[in-house]
């Protein structure tokens, strides 16, 4: 919906695409020289006996652990030994540390491209991993911009690979931090390796020197929306996703990133993500209330403190949103049903530091990554202000255990009241143009529920009685081999040419679209699972068992079948942790033909 309204530049750079189609990075964790990895990989084309993996299309197994492998991710000598100085502690202010930032980001064009270009075995390694992610990617999922072929498609895949990868190792987490440490995913990470060679990569590309979030965020600027080459505005701030904001600054600056400018960006991140909150918490309010809040937090607004003052600044926002004819005219009418609950000063609290999570989550494991800083273990309701501790949100004397206010983490580095009218303004200038979408884009919920397979039943009888004489919705024809789609339910001809397309039979197809080439399937006749994985699949086995616990395949001793929970737990972790290449052995080509 962006891409209607807003500069098509800016739209690629304001949120990510990897909910859609990403590739997701994993290691063995063991390491060879390149020129060791050359002569293994020269010595497998030379074996004539090879089985479930193909060498012309990159794939190998690792020679230490055997485990399936399809590239090798480049790893600079001595990375990481010399951090001292890069992670020295800062007592500088904060309007020194955003010059600071401002001055390195000025460096985007020229600052790397001299090492990436060089003819060096490594920066050839890193463009050629550069290489094997986009073309184990479907088109699809890279092409976004209006122009085809644009750089700004490129930038937007390369940090929404980012984004993808942060997201997964939460998923495998929980969800949340609270467990700190390392999770079992950990061990498989290489988030570290992964960051420095897109940051190579990115910062080839130019990406508009007109255009420069951090002008925005931390100076007041008098420009208009509109702007005068192009009859579309850019995107509004608050209409942006922070934590996508965040890898883009990242990954666009100079490596290795000093722990003291990570940080300034995380702070002046927050005052966006924090404004963000309390404006979709207004838009939430009924009438009567939002005139309340109004009204209250305008007499604190002269106090010293009311720059981290959650009532002030929300009086503040509400203001500012009203200058719009009809902004909160359409919230009224959108979000009416939403409103039947009473917003005291507590829940007020508690849903800005909700909504305020999910970055401070993604904050934390990138910088857990870049830097090696543990992640503690804490109750869930202390993990907001654990986690604002270890980013440097709140002082390093501040005890978890005392309850913290969002608004207290805020640092300005300009006037908070001018910058959050800045803000503001653009979304009043655009919701006067297109009121009914205005809402739209604003009201987001960061929250994503965890990804799992079918809730199937207990007796594997209810199955087979539904699916057993049912019409394929494609051919309209009861097929031979029914198949269901335990990710999204879609029911499929196994192996049925009458719904073939263009020499890919159904399920192989399915999977593209479903799981971008990777597919789970209940083989209906014989109560067995197939899982594809691109040009490969294998034989899983069965989540339905009998009373003595054995599986019945083909259904040929017609014993009553139930659902074994804890076979069922395993199929699913191995889905969400990406771990079937792994864990099952016995692949083999389906050559387009399931």
Known sequence: MLQRFFKDSSCLQSVSIGWEGGVYVQTCGHTLHIDCHKSYMESLRNDQVLQGFSVDKGEFT?????????????????????????????????????????????????????????????????????????????????????????????????????????????????????????????????????????????????????????????????????????????????????????????????????????????????????????????????????????????????????????????SHVISELCKGKSFYEVANDELSMLTSSIWSPQSIEYALQQFCLPFLRITSLLQHHLYGDDLPSCLREEEFSVLASCLGLLPSTFQPSIQSSSASCLEWSVSAFDLISQWCSEVTAFADAQKKHAVTLLVQDPHWSAPHLLHLPENYNTIFQYYHRKACTVCNKVPKDPALCLVCGTFVCLKGLCCKQQSYCECVLHSQHCGAATGIFLLINASVIIIIRGHRFCLWGSVYLDAHGEEDRDLRRGKPLYLCEERYRVLEQQWVSHTFDHINKRWGPHYNGL
């Open 62 to 314: 690792c020679p230490l652990c055997r485990q399936f492998a399809n590239s090798v991710l480049p790893c600079r000598p001595g990375r990481g030994v010399e951090l001292g100085p890069w992670h020295a502690h800062s007592n500088k202010n904060i309007v020194t540390l955003v010059k600071e930032v401002e001055e390195l980001q000025e460096h985007l064009g020229t600052f790397p491209v001299s090492s990436i270009s060089s003819e060096s075995n490594l920066s050839k390694e890193m463009e050629s991993l550069i290489k094997d992610i986009k073309n184990t990617t479907q088109k699809k999922y890279m092409d976004y911009s209006k122009t085809p072929g644009s750089p700004d498609n490129d930038f937007l895949f390369m940090y929404s690979v980012a984004r993808t990868n942060l997201e997964l190792e939460l998923v495998h987490r929980g969800g949340d931090l609270c467990c700190g440490g390392a999770s079992a995913a950990a061990k498989r990470s290489c988030l570290n390796q992964l960051f420095h060679v897109m940051a190579m990569h990115m910062r080839l590309y130019s990406i508009d020197s007109a255009y420069n979030p951090w002008t925005k965020l931390t100076q007041l600027t008098h420009k208009d929306l509109k702007i005068c080459d192009d009859d579309r505005p850019e995107v509004p701030m608050l209409f942006r996703d922070v934590p996508s904001l965040l890898i883009i600054f990242v990954l666009t600056m100079p490596q290795p990133l000093r722990k003291e400018h990570f940080t300034c960006i995380v702070k002046i991140l927050y005052t966006l993500q924090y404004v963000h909150a309390i404006t979709v918490l207004s838009v939430k309010f009924t009438p009567e209330e939002r005139l309340a809040w109004k009204t209250s937090g305008a007499l604190k607004k002269n106090t010293c403190n009311a720059e981290k003052c959650s009532e002030t600044l929300l």
